[in-house]
């Protein structure tokens, strides 16, 4: 039986401020290689800064509920999907998921899909869409490289965190979201992963470290469980 690998794939990899081609034309050779060597991967794909975008646009005009700055960044999330769909070409699914419950059928090695309603964001859909294929670990790939104690762009001295429990990780986040929440697993995504059991493995975006992590090699990284 082929290894399933589920990952959310952050929005700040794939637009930080333009679409990064460059990162994901490497991610897309790294996937494409362990894809012949019977691993499946579910890629879940974030917003980033084009959902800022819509948000930050929209809300000058108008005022905005919590909900619909939501729905305009689920919209992003697909936009992104489709584009990281179309590097993979035939390898990958010729759809995208949307919904994470759904029962899938997944004959290629390669499945890409989006954010899908408001109230979470793409880390809650990735827990889901383990739980549907009974895949017990998800790697979260974002611009975040670790769990620190303390916000390290505001806090000097802040220590990175390698091993973590939910229910810690839970006090340090606050158990609530907010559309644009910038935390490194959403608190809806962490409650749901504690409750399953899955465990969580937080990385940034070196690819020769995410190598690693799929070789079940030492990594760089905090592992939530």
């Not at 991610?27 to 917003?47: D, S, T």
């Not at 619909?68 to 179309?86: C, F, M, P, R």
């Not at 899955?198 to 469980?225: M, S």
Request: contains cysteine; charged residues 25%.
């Amino acid at each position: 039986m082929p290894k399933t690998i589920v990952l959310s794939l952050g929005g700040s990899l794939i637009c930080p401020s333009d679409f990064d081609f460059d990162f994901l034309e490497k991610l897309n050779q790294i996937i494409e290689k362990y894809a012949k060597k019977e691993y499946k991967f579910v890629i879940i794909c974030g917003g980033g800064k084009l959902a800022r975008t819509f948000q930050e646009i929209t809300s000058k005009s108008s005022k905005l509920s919590n909900e619909e700055l939501d729905w305009l960044g689920i919209h992003a999330t697909k936009i992104n999907a489709y584009l990281v769909k179309s590097m993979f070409g035939n390898m990958a699914e010729n759809f995208v998921v949307s919904n994470p419950t759904q029962k899938i059928s997944f004959k290629k090695n390669i499945l890409i899909a989006s954010g899908w309603k408001p109230g979470w964001s793409t880390d809650y859909d990735a827990v889901l869409l383990a739980k549907n294929f009974k895949v017990m670990e998800v790697i979260n790939m974002s611009n975040i490289d670790y769990v620190y104690d303390k916000d390290p762009k505001k806090f000097k001295g802040s220590k990175k965190i390698e091993k973590l429990k939910w229910q810690n990780y839970l006090k340090m986040t606050g158990t609530k979201w907010k559309a644009g929440m910038n935390v490194p697993f959403d608190p809806i995504a962490a409650k749901e992963a504690q409750k399953s059991k899955i465990r969580v493995h937080i990385i940034g975006k070196n690819l020769g470290n995410f190598e690693k992590l799929l070789n079940d090699k030492p990594f760089k990284g905090t592992t939530i469980d």
